[in-house]
């Protein structure tokens, strides 16, 4: 049960990860907003859409960033990202992305190790 | 594109509590999003196995194929070997048949009642081809499920005299959000905890009467008065 809560950790790095493997990303530019673009990701829901919008927030250059379930049966999340001339959207996703992706390999660890410091108590 | 500024966060985990069937930690230097995150994939993402599809061969039982059909898949499986193991649908040994080695367990079950006292069926009669995947013995978790006299494990259906239920069933890997019997977890929260600051200067300006009414003041009885030395804590 305790391995179960690490795998938890590891299956959560592990689904942030694929996100980068694009065939589920796709990126569309705005016609009209230069630095503005859409990344429509497959197979994903708020759990992601929210994490990658609050870490976008993170980025000063990034004007604006959001995300909408297009609709409850269709299995899939629009990000919307806005950014100044410094950035550009495809810069600010991948940032985001990566930085996550590192947040939580460390999360896993921390929790593996605070798990074996606990059970080395007993 | 490289040398941009990065914006990763380094959260810190504490565990407070940690049981076989519990855990309680706190979690720092992150935010909402991410605890949130977390929780959801806890409930509707980490794969665990579950009975997903029932074979019946007898049933002469008061309970319906399908409700027992339901009743079976509802019964928690050991799952260690979720991970290891192939989704049905993207299972190449079978053709996404769902029946093979690397993406299915095999149950089977007979039971028959041959007297006049009441037979209980429960998910101890069933018997898995892999002993790494059998029913959760919760007897020994230390939960409050134990020593219910004689624990017989999760109760399917009773037969009288003269029914039997014999069927086999094909456990299979899955996640919460396809079916609430793959969920691991009975619920998952999180929350935001308050910090408080006392401060002191101002609470020494108080008198024991004040500071008592202080005290007092808390519903949860978060405050503690120093009989000694009147101080607030
Ligand atoms: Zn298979």
Redesign the interface.
């Known amino acids: ?5 690490a ?6 790095a592990n ?1 942030v990860s694929l996100k980068n493997n694009n065939s589920r990303v796709s990126y569309e530019r705005d016609t009209k907003i230069i630095n503005a673009a859409s990344f429509t990701i497959e197979r994903e829901d ?3 859409g ?2 990658v ?3 976008l927030h ?3 250059n990034v004007l604006f960033a959001g995300y909408k379930l297009p609709h409850p049966l269709q299995y899939k999340i629009i990000v919307r990202v806005h950014t100044t001339s410094q ?1 550009s959207p495809m ?1 600010a996703y991948n ?2 992305i990566n ?1 996550l992706d ?2 939580l390999d ?2 896993k660890a ?2 593996e190790a ?2 074996a ?3 080395g108590e007993y | ?1 490289e040398g ?12 407070r509590e ?4 519990y ?1 309680k ?1 706190e979690l720092r230097e ?2 909402a ?2 605890a ?3 929780r ?3 409930i ?4 665990t196995i579950a009975i997903d599809l029932v074979e019946i061969e007898v049933n002469s039982s008061v309970l319906n194929d399908e409700f027992i059909a339901h009743r079976l898949g509802l019964i928690p499986l050991t ?2 070997r979720a ?1 290891s193991m192939r989704f049905s649908r993207d299972c190449d040994a079978c053709d996404g048949d769902g029946q093979c080695e690397f993406c299915s367990v095999e149950f089977h079950l007979r039971a028959k009642c041959i007297n006049d006292q009441t037979l209980d069926v429960t998910s101890k009669d069933l018997y898995s081809s892999d002993h790494t995947v059998v029913p959760v013995d919760f007897s020994d978790s230390g939960s409050g499920f134990e020593n219910n006299e004689d624990q017989r494990g999760i109760t399917i259906v009773k037969l009288r005299k003269g029914q039997e239920l014999r069927l086999r069933a094909i456990a299979r890997k899955g996640i919460g959000k396809d079916h609430a019997k793959w969920s ?1 977890a009975a619920t998952v929260t999180f929350m935001y905890e308050p910090e408080i600051h006392i401060n002191e200067e101002m609470m020494e300006t108080l008198s024991l009467e004040e500071k008592t009414s202080v005290v007092d003041s808390s519903p949860t009885k978060v405050f503690g008065i120093n009989p000694h030395t009147q101080q607030v804590g």
């Open positions: 049960m305790k391995d179960h809560l795998l938890c950790f590891l299956h959560f689904s708020h759990t992601i929210n994490i919008r609050m870490q993170r980025d000063g950035s810069q940032q985001a930085d590192k947040e460390h999360l921390a929790f605070e798990v410091r606990v059970s | 594109m941009a500024a990065s914006y990763q966060r380094f959260p810190k985990v504490k565990i940690l049981k076989d069937d855990a930690f992150t935010d999003s991410v949130n995150a977390l959801r994939v806890m509707a993402e980490v794969p799952s260690e991970m691991p």
